[in-house]
């Protein structure tokens, strides 16, 4: 068998710092919410909603709803991030269309390899995930150091991603 | 002080603006589909806005809008609405949207004559929706409207100011303790009452007396009352509740005519702080009382700016077969997005295959093909599907073989849609001619009809595979497709061997010199061309591609992969059906103009189980070919049937027509003689 990874984190590991991190959230006035099930730790995921607005060439602005959802990735063993934007109308936007309302922050060309539209491993839907190739080494990296490894992997995500999260995160 | 400019003080109420969460959806279909069905009477629903004053003025509804209690949130008030869902497009379209709204807001102007608002302030507000559902495409229609009378018209005193103008920090933090400590269903509309230095937040029906007689006066003081409401809005102007709130005001106390008033937006931020809350200071008109005919107001601009309805399309989410092919699609996109950016995922969409034969290898190959995203196949085969099938032809079941058994090509293609109802799959029955199969004057009509329909069928698609059980049957296809230029990819089982390959297609032979590399892929080989012997002598002992022939359980699954990957390849390379065929396929300098997207694509594969070896031989056009040779193709664009029909009913005719005939003697002399040669050559791969 293969040697265990240490660069992973382990299940129990991620629903601790999730429980600790919502704790920090209401602190902040942040809208992050646990849903989590006692006998199926692995469905365990963090959400927080809101509204972004993306003003287009022509001056309209343009109003969504963003759902984002942290969960365990159980075949990387790091926590992951997916997302799914809506408009008013209730319809889900596509890739492309995420990518035109520039709510990430990278080029087109790296778009594609850092985010994929994929089968949600909990929430069984189409999402958008952000690829967790690099998360492993960095959360390891900082896995003793950081006040909580949720707050680490969000810093991760926010050079990416338009978050609006609290400064008194530390990010 | 400035003077008024009437039209510019008339209040601008911020209109509240629908959002609908795609579970209010799926709720309203669950509801639709399960409890209401055709029923269309009105439902009550819940939703909800905001007072922050980071929140967009929206309403929302969501999947608990249909709950028979409201969910709270933090700095959300709750309104009750009206959900009338139309069970036809042409009830939604024609009712008379100025009746309805006008009939909703009777009901309004009931409840604020009764006065039970003073009681529940919250049921002041009110929302309407319109619908109607095409559940068969996930096509939503849907109009809201938020009713207010249209009269009175009332003007503000002054420019709207910050709270801070009137209250300093300690009293507004007062005030915001307070306000939060009002019960959920009195926060909407309330009041603020000086007492001394003290700043009380109380409820209406502290102010305001239920009971008290329309004649006798209302007794408010107005210099230490502020009335107040939760405020959406988050510019100048105030939002729409406060349209609603003034009309039951003035109806309550008409002796507030030519007054001024003052009231409170109450706007919060996330940690509950009303700091960015707005004073309203509002002249109330000589004539307040809203008249009994007046019209109601309040139906919702589109996306385009005008009043009607909106639509959502929520097909891409809920549609389970949209779902199906999306999540399918992924399979593929997640491909090129992870590791081959080049790859064309659109190619193998738009695609068409013909595979003929729908036994062991054309359901494998079926399968292979809509896991690589090709969405058109179609079947030839004219056989039925028996007992003995399933198990090894991987479409079908024991339902399938049942009453004698269903058309295979049919049963194949159904099947197919059931994994994947999205793909356009279709089945044709009917038997190939052969080769040395003479035809009798009693079938030559249906023969003809047949040659017509291959024909008509391999022009009709882009890649033709050929997955037939004999020899025989593989020649006018390949004759066809050559004589076409299309793709053909073949594939032939022995006992625990196969051959996979791809052939050339009808185009001038070009001289290959001794020391090229490659193949081109429109010079390539068919199958016939390593062949000395014209198909209808089966004289020969074969190990491959015999009718009847048993093969090791795994060797059709092998070889249907590797004719789905051969055929990938080619389509992702830029040549197509001229990709070249190098001779060394794992030369480390092998030049990047010879390889595809996806590698260096071979011209056939020949693999043998028992020693678990591949070979992948490489070779041009035989001239006296058979089924792809100029010779031959010539002959069949000259006489067309009557060539044809020649070669179905002389086993020896093509060899004639080739030249093979001569040659045979030859080929059989030198196969003697370079036995030895071969031998070495053998065990020393
Ligand atoms: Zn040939």
Not at chain 2, 293 to 298: A, D, E, M
Not at chain 2, 592 to 605: A, E, T
């Amino acid at each position: 068998m293969r040697r265990m990874n240490c660069n992973t984190i382990t299940p129990e590991e991620f629903v601790y710092a999730a429980r600790d991190f919502i704790e920090l959230s209401n602190k902040y006035f942040d809208s992050w919410t646990i849903h989590q099930n006692d006998n199926e730790i692995l469905n365990t995921y963090i959400k927080k909603e809101e509204f972004v607005s993306h003003r287009d060439e022509n001056d309209k602005i343009f109003l969504y709803r963003a759902e984002y959802i942290i969960f365990y990735n159980l075949s990387y063993g790091v926590p992951s991030f997916s997302f799914n934007l809506w408009d008013c109308s209730g319809k889900l936007l596509t890739l492309e269309q995420v990518r035109e309302i520039s709510l990430m922050k990278i080029s087109k060309e790296d778009f594609y390899s850092v985010v994929t539209q994929q089968e949600h491993p909990v929430m069984y839907r189409p999402y958008f995930i952000i690829h967790p190739c690099h998360t492993a080494k960095i959360v390891s990296a900082f896995r003793y150091t950081s006040r909580n490894l949720i707050i680490t992997f969000l810093g991760l995500i926010t050079p990416l991603i338009q978050l609006n999260l609290p400064l008194e995160y530390g990010l | 002080m400035t003077t008024i400019d009437d039209k510019q003080d008339i209040i601008q109420y911020v209109p509240f603006m629908s959002f609908v969460h795609p579970s209010f959806w799926h709720s309203l279909t669950d509801m639709k589909l399960n409890v209401d069905k055709l029923n269309e009477n009105t439902k009550q629903i819940y939703g909800r806005y905001s007072y922050r004053d980071d929140i967009i003025s929206v309403l929302e509804v969501d999947g608990t809008s249909f709950n028979k209690d409201p969910e709270t949130e933090f700095h959300y008030i709750n309104v009750t609405g009206t959900l009338m869902n139309k069970n036809t497009i042409e009830d939604f379209k024609n009712i008379d949207k100025a009746a309805l709204i006008n009939s909703v807001g009777e009901i309004m102007r009931a409840n604020i004559q009764i006065k039970s608002w003073i009681d529940n302030p919250n049921s002041l507000l009110n929302f309407f929706v319109l619908s109607f559902a095409d559940l068969k495409k996930f096509h939503y229609y849907y109009w809201f409207a938020f009713p207010a009378p249209s009269q009175p018209v009332v003007c503000l005193k002054e420019k709207c100011k910050n709270i801070s103008t009137c209250f300093n920090e300690k009293q507004i933090k007062e005030i915001s303790q307070s306000y939060q400590l009002l019960e959920i269903s009195q926060k909407c509309f309330f009041a603020i009452v000086k007492d001394g230095d003290l700043y009380n937040v109380v409820t209406l029906s502290k102010i305001l007396d239920k009971n008290r007689n329309k004649d006798e006066e209302s007794n408010i003081d107005l210099t230490n009352t502020f009335f107040a409401f939760a405020d959406h809005s988050n510019c100048e102007n105030p939002g729409w509740p406060l349209r609603i709130f003034l009309a039951a005001l003035f109806e309550y106390c008409p002796d507030l005519s030519k007054t001024i008033i003052k009231v409170i937006g109450i706007r919060c931020s996330k940690n509950g702080a009303i700091n960015n809350s707005q004073i309203y200071n509002i002249t109330v008109p000589e004539t307040i009382q809203t008249p009994q005919n007046v019209g109601w107001v309040g139906w919702e601009r589109n996306e385009r700016g005008n009043f009607g309805p909106k639509l959502a399309n929520m097909s891409s989410s809920m549609d389970p077969v949209k779902l199906a092919d999306t999540s399918s699609d992924l399979n593929i996109k997640l491909m090129k997005w992870r590791l081959v950016p080049d790859l064309d995922v659109t190619i193998m969409k738009e695609t068409k295959c013909l595979l003929l034969g729908a036994g062991t290898l054309g359901c494998h190959v079926a399968r292979d093909l809509l896991a690589w995203g090709f969405r058109h196949i179609t079947f030839i085969d004219s056989g039925k599907v028996s007992y003995s099938n399933p198990t090894r032809q991987v479409l079908y079941t024991y339902q399938d073989c049942l009453n004698g058994g269903r058309r295979k090509s049919e049963a194949a293609a159904d099947n197919l849609k059931l994994i994947l109802p999205t793909v356009q799959s279709k089945g044709l029955v009917f038997h190939i001619p052969m080769p040395g199969h003479p035809i009798g004057e009693s079938l030559k009509d249906e023969t003809v009809t047949n040659i017509e329909l291959l024909t008509e069928a391999i022009k009709d698609h882009d890649v033709i595979f050929l997955l037939l059980d004999t020899r025989e049957a593989r020649w006018l296809p390949t004759l066809i497709s050559a004589h076409y230029g299309k793709i053909t990819i073949n594939a032939a089982l022995g006992f625990d061997s196969y051959l996979v390959m791809r052939h050339g297609i009808s185009s001038a032979q070009e001289e290959t010199s001794i020391n090229s590399t490659f193949v081109s892929g429109d010079q390539l080989g068919c199958y016939f061309c390593n062949d000395v012997t014209a198909p209808g002598n089966s004289l020969k002992d074969r190990t491959l591609d015999q009718q009847c022939t048993v093969s090791r359980a795994g060797v059709a699954a092998i070889a249907g992969a590797l004719a789905v990957e051969l055929l990938v390849g080619t389509l992702q390379h830029p040549l197509r059906v001229k990709a070249p065929a190098v001779y060394n396929l794992t030369d480390e300098e092998l030049d990047p103009k010879l390889q595809g997207v996806l590698g260096p694509i071979p011209h056939s594969i020949r693999g043998f189980l028992h020693s678990h070896q591949t070979v992948l031989p490489t070779c041009t056009k035989f001239k006296q070919c058979i089924a792809c040779s100029e010779v031959v193709i010539g002959k069949y664009k000259e006489e067309g049937l009557d060539f044809l029909m020649n070669v179905f009913n002389s086993g020896t005719y093509l060899e004639d027509v080739t030249g093979l005939s001569e040659l045979q003697l030859t080929a059989e002399m030198t196969e003697i003689l370079t036995l030895s040669d071969e031998d070495q050559d053998t065990t020393s791969i």
